[in-house]
């Protein structure tokens, strides 16, 4: 092949492919050239970038490129992230990807990979109030500086999760400028900046913003009359650089009056909405309401950057049944001009809903909206399931079905739990299941490494039984019924369902429940809760299962200690009755540690 700088027109991500002369052809801009690269080898060797660890290479080596063979590409959005684990923290599987963003971790500082396009100022991520005007530096002695709330100034908890600005301020914006002008400086390469809220609703009530709000007929009216002042004081030390403000929650309803200065993008998020349905068509209010403030604030001539989700945040784990929704919301944000576009994912962890064909997936379309969407899985699943594929196919298509039956339920991507069944009915689990069962099996006989990949295909599902049978049985004491354990075989599916979400913890990667501040402590007592509940045996003469005595830490919220003072406890209600004593050395029988724990609710008797 012979390597070529591209048309002007291409831009930077833009490419070529010709054949001449028998020989193939590739010409585009600083990472047009490398996308160039990557779809000649997708598209005639074969080639197919499935995972950071999982590539198919068929090392074809007669190919043949068609004689007159002339394709030229440009993408949907100028720049693109499908915002998961494994794109995050691998830069090279990324740029195979076609992912530009800054959020990659390292890829802005790897010429070799094309740099990324809006990368934004280090220290200036989206909600950059909290760090550029901070709390701990003036919430003391300048509390009008922050967001007044019922006649007082917020100026206590987290800033970033309980405090506004107050936007109005003309100290706050003076403090603001010199801040952001002081970062580009140290990070004069950054092409964008935010000027953005703290992640609440806090917002400042106080007299003079409550009446640019009042004339804007909207709360985002005082944040994007400072992202506009804020911009033209920057644009005079740093000419070019476009300052990023938000369209979210509070500020997504666009102002009546104050339209966003032209180097002023409007980072705008749809978290609201009805995610099992697609933005345009859903006939849920929420999704309504979106469609208006986006068109409204296109009326204004804003240029985009949006944010969008694609997750279930509340609930890594839990099946997500947004697929019918994803490629046509990016239909939809291309034909409204939105230019920037980050969908985001399960970014912190691994282990969440159809992760890898979901990065896949919004990588293509991110690319190009219009790709088929029957092609794309069938080429994932064939390549990277194998024997598997018609299995996990035939799950895909049961998720994607889900939300055919409207119950006018809102799956929003923050407040659904393992526990909702509004769509995620148990029905639904137990045939999900035997289909990742069926392609477990499958597997097996194919590759460990198909079979890996189909253990942590299946985790998010098996996970979230597990969760549900959580209710009812806690690793100590799994059921309190007395019998056979066999009598009972929820407990016995419970330690099942452990042993096999064991597999994939042991794979290392990190695997949260939820985003949450405390995700990482929660994730480890989760671990150990499963650790446990696979070895757990049945205690003899009882339906109950226990684990090693002595060893009832199994959440990691309990120690030895803890554990000792139960058996003191138990002991001297054995030993003498109540208010009595057990004697030096008395013997506590396990069951009597069993009932012990069934005093408190299930999963807290630890």
């Known amino acids: ?74 993408p949907a959005f100028r720049t693109r992230i499908p915002y998961y684990y494994d794109v995050r923290e691998n830069r090279e599987f990324a740029v195979r990807l076609r992912v530009n963003s800054s959020l990659v971790k390292g890829l802005a500082d790897d010429p070799r990979l094309g740099g990324t396009s809006g990368r934004l100022c280090r220290g200036l991520e989206m909600h950059s109030s909290a760090s550029m005007v901070p709390a701990a530096k003036y919430a ?14 917020l100026v206590v908890g987290d800033p970033q999760y309980d405090m506004q600005l107050c936007l109005t301020n003309p100290d706050v914006f003076e403090i603001f400028v010199t801040n952001v002008c002081a970062a580009l400086e140290k990070d004069p390469t950054a092409e964008e900046y935010s000027v953005g809220q703290n992640d609440n609703v806090n917002y400042c009530e106080c007299p003079a913003c409550a009446a640019v709000n009042a004339e804007e007929g909207s709360t985002a009216g ?99 049944a ?30 969440c809903d159809l992760e890898v064909l979901r990065t896949w997936l919004l990588s293509k379309w991110l690319w190009n909206p219009d790709l088929d969407e029957e092609t794309l899985v069938d080429d994932f699943c064939s390549g990277y399931y194998r024997s598997a594929a018609p299995h996990v196919k035939a799950y895909y298509r049961l998720l994607r079905a889900l939300p055919e039956k409207d119950t006018g339920f809102c799956l929003d991507c923050c407040h659904v739990s393992y526990y909702q069944k509004d769509l995620v ?32 295909g299946a985790f998010p599902v098996r996970f979230t039984i597990f969760q549900r049978l959580n209710d009812r049985y806690s690793p100590v004491p799994y059921s309190l019924r007395r019998g056979d ?73 309990g120690r030895e200690r803890r554990a000792e003072r139960r058996r003191r406890r138990a002991g001297r ?30 999963g807290q008797c630890l």
């Open 485 to 557: 354990p066999s009598a009972d075989p929820d407990a016995l599916r419970h330690r099942a369902l452990a042993q096999e979400l064991l597999k994939v913890y042991e794979l290392g990667r990190p695997i949260y429940q939820a985003e949450s501040r405390d995700a990482a402590a929660k994730a480890k007592a989760m671990r150990e809760t499963v650790a446990r509940s696979a070895v757990a045996e049945p205690v003899k003469g009882t339906g109950a299962f226990a684990v090693e005595s002595g060893r009832l830490d199994v959440c990691g919220v």
């Open 222 to 320: 005082t944040l994007l009359r400072f992202a506009n002042r804020v911009a033209a004081a920057v644009e005079t030390r740093f000419p070019g650089r476009k300052a990023v403000t938000c369209g979210y929650q509070w500020t997504r309803k666009p102002p009546k009056k104050t339209r966003p200065a032209p180097n002023v993008l409007i980072s705008f998020s749809s978290i609201e909405c009805d995610q099992s349905h697609p933005l345009a068509t859903g006939k849920h209010p929420e999704n309504a309401a979106v469609r208006t403030d986006l068109e409204g604030w296109r009326a204004l001539g804003a240029r985009f950057s949006n944010w969008t989700y694609v997750t279930q945040f509340s609930a890594f784990q839990m099946p997500f």
């Open 322 to 351: 947004n697929l019918g929704a994803v490629r046509e919301d990016l239909v939809y944000y291309r034909d409204h001009g939105v230019e920037e576009m980050l969908s985001e994912g399960c970014y912190c962890c691994s282990g």
């Open 1 to 74: 092949a012979v390597l070529e700088r591209g048309a002007d027109d291409l831009g930077a991500d833009g490419f070529q492919l010709y054949e001449k002369d028998g020989t193939l052809h590739i010409a585009g801009g600083k990472r047009g050239i490398l996308y160039g690269v990557y779809e000649a080898l997708e598209r005639f060797w074969g080639v197919r970038w499935y995972a950071s660890d999982f590539t198919v290479d068929p090392k074809k080596s007669d190919v043949r490129i068609p004689k007159g063979f002339d394709l030229t590409e440009r």
């Open 573 to 602: 209600r054995l030993g003498e009755g109540r208010g009595g004593r057990a004697g030096e050395g008395a013997q506590v029988p396990q069951h009597a540690l069993e009932l012990e724990c069934a005093s408190g609710s299930p």
């Open 140 to 153: 003391k002695t300048h509390p009008e500086y922050f967001s007044m709330r019922n006649g007082k100034r």
């Open 425 to 456: 009915t148990d029905e639904f689990l137990a045939e999900a299941d035997r289909l990742w069962t069926e392609a477990e099996r499958a597997a097996a006989a194919e590759s460990p490494s198909v079979l890996t990949n189909v253990l942590r």
